[in-house]
């Protein structure tokens, strides 16, 4: 629960899309976090709830041109993260 997933690389790509799923049986609370410089200096982007079974998607906007992504959980599980860049 809370801890930060590693950093994965955001620059470059103009076309983002995310997807968040995990196996609990009750909701997750994901919180994803950007790094808009590269010096480690992270910032809240969004909270998106899932819904168990559910798969949300979210798409960043060609206007955000952070360098790095990363992701926490508000409670322990087993979630996945997809990145889909081009």
Not at 46 to 57: C, H, I, L, Q, S
């Amino acid at each position: 629960a809370n801890a930060k997933s590693d950093p994965y690389l955001m620059w470059g790509y103009d076309q983002r899309v995310m997807t968040l799923s995990h196996a609990e049986p009750t909701p997750v609370e994901f919180h994803i976090e950007l790094d808009l410089t590269g010096a480690g200096m992270w910032v809240p982007y969004e909270r998106r709830e899932v819904a168990p079974g559910n798969t949300v998607r979210v798409e960043f906007e060609t206007a955000i041109q952070a360098r790095w992504i990363r992701l926490s959980a508000n409670k322990s599980c087993s979630a996945t993260a997809w990145l889909e860049y081009k």
